[in-house]
């Protein structure tokens, strides 16, 4: 079935069956690669998107459930609440992980990014048990979760 | 935090020294989702596979019935052990050619996959995969190695021949030793000797990103392999090996690696060796990413090992003797046990010099998993049981645990359990101190033992030393290429052979070659590993590719500096040798040019600005008794460990941990503390949280909401502290890094939580259900 939704600011048309899930949709329809899957089961949050202002995961949710709202994804971060469409731009929360050494094999990355946006933009000044609450469903391998959570502090400073 | 204002372009890389910390230079394209991993690569044309699993553990396979899966639209071919055009063989091991790719006869494992289908779409090939009719006759399993040993274990590999004279039987297929000195006169002379048994179970690496692949068919019987992995290499040979074609008809390009921590070592040659049979076969690009599940089931786990350790020490607290057993769970093939057990043989004593050391180990088959790789290869199980049975004599004998280690911890002049006599970099004795100092080791492992309330604190300490690179016993190639290549502009492009897959590889490299170079960091390109821009470089494990990688890059850079050196001194008016290079420019302190100034000079002039780079490891020695210089050198750590402990609900909470590490020389400090931070969340995990259960050696622990693994909230304060003992052949003194976070963790962990419960604990993990069940 064909629906219509706004994915980073631009209007999208897909042809999506019922069972497509909205990480399908944005990866292989639309070839936003950048949201990653690292379970496709809501357990790992590689795959958080921002839906109508909320996390969600997205190999969770069914692209058909997406029409008529609005997606951000890490590739429209950097424009968001922006009016131009200027390519290397950056959100400073991904300034602040590429700075403080966030990031290390970066498949976690793009979701977790994703997760302190959505807690940013509802808590600006969050304290770092809050950061930690915030981003507990999104798994990280690599780091430790240390430098996660510094530079999410850092980008809310 | 305000939002368009602080909007800009991405971080600027700005040249660091070696040591300085560096912005990693992956880090821009990781964090804007345009950093390309397997995954994220499509082809025209590109068709996609899924395996047939055989739903047991072991079984006669009678045969596969593909008949209802082939005639479904959509699908394009059912492949089984006859299509494999090669040799049906995978293991990385030649010596050990014991793994078919796809079984024909016997089905070893539940993850012993036995076709693979190929189809238009992922979806539709997993459920064709599904109506693969399987036919199979149930054989019983043995799915502990111990029993394994067993004379009327089932045998897990029937086909083998026994050796009775190397005590290879059953399902022994690996026998490990090291003796040194007279044992028996050595806990003769011994005031008191421990002896326990300890247990280790399976743990997953849990990378994010599943393992995958995709074939490209090419010109002739050519084929390039894209895929996440550790080792090209390995996986060029698997793929020449099943396709049957020669090496140099197989190209394989990693794509950006989504963590690997040794899972990604061999196992990605199954994976790669698959898809390339199968774009063989329909003459088009095949994608195989594997599931999560499907990734629990196939790649390697950590070995479950079971331990018995016996230490003999004098009242001062001299150790005279050890006598240790390791029996290692290899699953149903033998991968990279023999290496794994090599490593924990050599290392089984733990980082102290003991005249008298007696180690057996043995590589048992089971029906379960294979294991392999994992960060501390074979270390973390013995390390639990050494440095709880280290901790119990020192407490016997009222003596400090860190004063027991210092007194018997190995220092520049002692020798190894391999006799191996250390005469450089040696930073234990450093490691000991700096942790007992950081972590206040002395007030609190007082104040503590005081506790009697409900939640009672505990701090404890493990300390390990790691042989950096393959040692003696490694059957890959210890050697490692670079190819530098200097364009007119000065922008500097670097292949090499060792594989970054997260840890930062490239940012260190990047500035190896700026420092050594005198090219700026921003112009430097380091490319993931192509194996047809250089030779075998052998495996990105054990510690060894900074090592290896910097060392091959810093010859490539040498012998550029040389054709270049007198091109700057000719422009500059100076002598050649007094042309230094330094970051960003080329000159004397009074005359200098930039790079990229010289770089056009050279191309004007015809000067060749490439050149290729060669390391080759020390040559080491293992005999048969497992005496020898077992490694190169080594890496040394410890970590302190502070816990509390709920003696109502069993829970431990690990609140610090201070990590002391010798790395010979600090690189990129940022990197290296991350690595670091990584690693004692790695630990944590395999000390309290991650259990992988199994029924009938079946997984029923297949994903992350039934493998528990740390989160963001389960992080304790981390203190991270380096230590440089730098060694004289590494690249600006450095040795690795990769292994030792993750090996002292757990038995720092379960030293503190007997000091914080009285109770000693040899079993892991330390879940609440197994501490309170112990505090009755
Ligand atoms: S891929 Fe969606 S939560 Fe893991
Ligand atoms: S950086 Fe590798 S999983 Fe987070």
Not at chain 2, 2 to 28: C, F, H, L
Not at chain 2, 220 to 232: E, L
Not at chain 2, 556 to 573: C, I, Q, W, Y
Request: with cysteine; hydrophobic share 40%; charged share 20%.
């Amino acid at each position: 079935m064909e629906i219509t939704l706004t994915v980073n600011g631009r209007e999208r048309f897909a042809d999506v069956g019922p069972t497509t899930t909205l990480v399908e949709l944005l990866r292989e329809h639309l070839g936003l690669t950048g949201t990653k899957v690292g379970c496709g089961h809501g357990e790992c949050g590689a795959c958080t998107v921002i839906l109508d202002g909320e996390p969600v995961n997205s190999c969770l949710v069914f692209a058909v459930q997406c029409a008529g709202r609005e997606v951000l994804t890490i590739e429209g971060l950097a424009d968001a609440g922006a009016a131009s469409d200027s390519d290397g731009e950056r959100h400073p929360i991904q300034r602040a992980f590429v700075e403080v050494g966030a990031v290390q094999c970066g498949y976690c990355t793009p979701g977790m990014i994703m997760s302190a946006y959505a807690l940013l933009a509802s808590n600006p000044a969050p304290s770092r048990s809050e950061i930690e609450r915030a981003v507990s469903g999104n798994l990280c391998r690599c780091t430790g979760y240390v430098k996660i959570v510094d530079a999410i502090e850092k980008a809310s400073a | 935090m305000s939002d368009r204002d602080d909007t800009g372009g991405p971080p600027e890389i700005s040249s660091a020294r070696v040591g300085s910390p560096a912005i990693r230079v992956d880090a821009d394209d990781k964090s804007t989702g345009r950093a390309v991993y397997v995954d994220d690569l499509t082809f025209p044309g590109m068709l996609h596979a899924a395996l047939v699993y055989p739903g047991c553990a072991h079984a006669r396979l009678l045969g596969v019935r593909p008949d209802e899966a082939i005639r479904t639209p959509g699908v394009r071919a059912v492949l089984t052990a006859q299509d494999v055009p090669g040799e049906n063989q995978v293991g990385v091991l030649r010596s050990y050619p014991d793994q078919p790719l796809l079984p024909h006869d016997t089905v070893r494992y539940s993850g012993d996959a036995v076709a693979i289908v190929v189809a238009d779409t992922g979806a539709l090939a997993r459920e064709a995969a599904r109506s693969v009719r399987v036919d199979l006759e149930e054989l019983p399993g043995v799915f502990d190695a111990v029993e394994a040993m067993e004379p009327n274990a089932p045998r897990v590999h029937p086909e083998r021949e026994d050796d009775d004279d190397r005590g290879l039987v059953g399902n022994v297929f690996l026998r490990e030793r090291v003796r040194k000195g007279d044992v028996d006169a050595g806990f003769e002379e011994a005031d008191i000797i421990v002896e326990r048994t300890f247990r280790t179970h399976h743990q997953e690496h849990a990378y994010l990103e599943p393992l995958g692949a995709i074939a490209v068919p090419g010109e002739g019987s050519s084929v390039t392999v894209y895929g996440t992995m550790q080792c090209p290499y390995y996986v060029q040979k698997a793929v020449a090996t099943a396709l049957g074609v020669p090496l140099a008809d197989v190209r394989v390009i990693q794509t950006v690696t989504g963590g690997g921590f040794g899972g990604k070592e061999d196992v990605p040659s199954e994976i790669c060796a698959c898809a390339a049979v199968a774009a063989a076969k329909v003459g088009k690009p095949v994608k195989l990413v594997y599931t999560r599940e499907e990734d629990f089931e196939r790649s390697s786990k950590r070995h479950p090992m079971t331990v018995t350790y016996r230490l003999g020490a004098t009242i001062d607290g001299t150790f005279t003797a050890a006598d240790i057993r390791i029996v290692a769970d290899a699953g149903a093939y033998s991968t990279l046990t023999p290496i794994v057990v090599f490593r924990a043989t050599a290392h089984a004593t733990g980082p102290y010099e003991i005249p008298n050391v007696r180690t057996d180990a043995y590589g048992v088959y089971t029906n379960r998993q294979t294991t392999g790789a994992f960060r501390g290869f074979g270390q973390p199980q013995t390390i639990f049981a050494s440095e709880s049975v280290v901790d119990e004599i020192a407490c016997a004998l009222g003596i400090d645990p860190i004063e027991i280690r210092v007194r018997n911890g190995l220092a520049v002049g002692k020798r190894t359990a391999t006799d191996h006599l250390l005469d450089e970099s040696v930073g234990l004795p450093e490691t000991l101190r700096i942790a007992r100092e950081r972590s206040g080791w002395d007030e609190k492992r007082e104040a503590f033992a005081g506790d009697a309330g409900r939640v009672r604190r505990g701090i404890g300490v493990g300390a390990i030393y790691y042989g950096v690179s393959l040692g003696a016993r490694g059957l890959a190639i210890d050697g490692s290429g670079a190819h530098v290549e200097i364009e007119p502009d000065g922008s500097v492009r670097v292949a090499i052979g060792g594989t970054e897959m997260g840890q930062g590889l490239h940012t260190v490299l990047a500035q190896i070659v700026s420092d050594s170079l005198g090219a700026p960091m921003h112009a430097i390109h380091i490319g993931h590993v192509d194996t047809s821009l250089v030779p075998d470089s052998g495996p990105s494990v054990a510690s060894r590719t900074t090592l290896m990688s910097g060392n091959a890059v810093l010859d490539a850079v040498a012998k550029l500096r040389e054709s270049m050196a007198p091109v700057a001194a000719d422009v500059l008016g100076v002598t050649a040798e007094d042309v230094e290079f330094g970051p960003g420019r080329v000159g004397t302190r009074e005359r200098s040019v930039t790079f990229a100034e010289l770089a056009a000079e050279c191309h004007a002039r015809d000067v060749a600005t490439v050149a290729d780079g060669w390391y080759k490891a020390p040559v080491t020695t293992f005999d048969e008794d497992g005496q020898g210089d077992a490694y190169a050198v080594y890496s040394f750590a410890t970590q302190v460990a502070e816990v509390e402990v709920d003696t109502e609900t069993g829970a431990v909470a690990l609140v610090r941990v201070t990590a002391a590490h010798d790395v010979g020389k600090v690189l990129n400090p940022v990197t290296l503390e991350g690595q670091v931070q990584g690693g004692v969340l790695q630990g944590a995990g395999m000390a309290l949280y991650e259990i992988m259960k199994t029924e009938g050696g079946r997984i029923v622990t297949p994903d992350f909401a039934t493998y528990i693994l740390p989160t963001s909230v389960d992080v304790p304060e981390i203190e991270v502290a380096f230590v440089e003992e730098p060694y004289s052949k590494g690249p600006f003194g450095a040795k690795g890094i990769g292994e030792t976070p993750a090996m002292p963790g757990a038995a720092a962990i379960a030293n503190a939580v007997s000091h914080a419960t009285g109770i000693r604990f040899r079993e892991l993990p330390l879940t609440a259900e197994r501490v309170k069940l112990a505090l009755g």
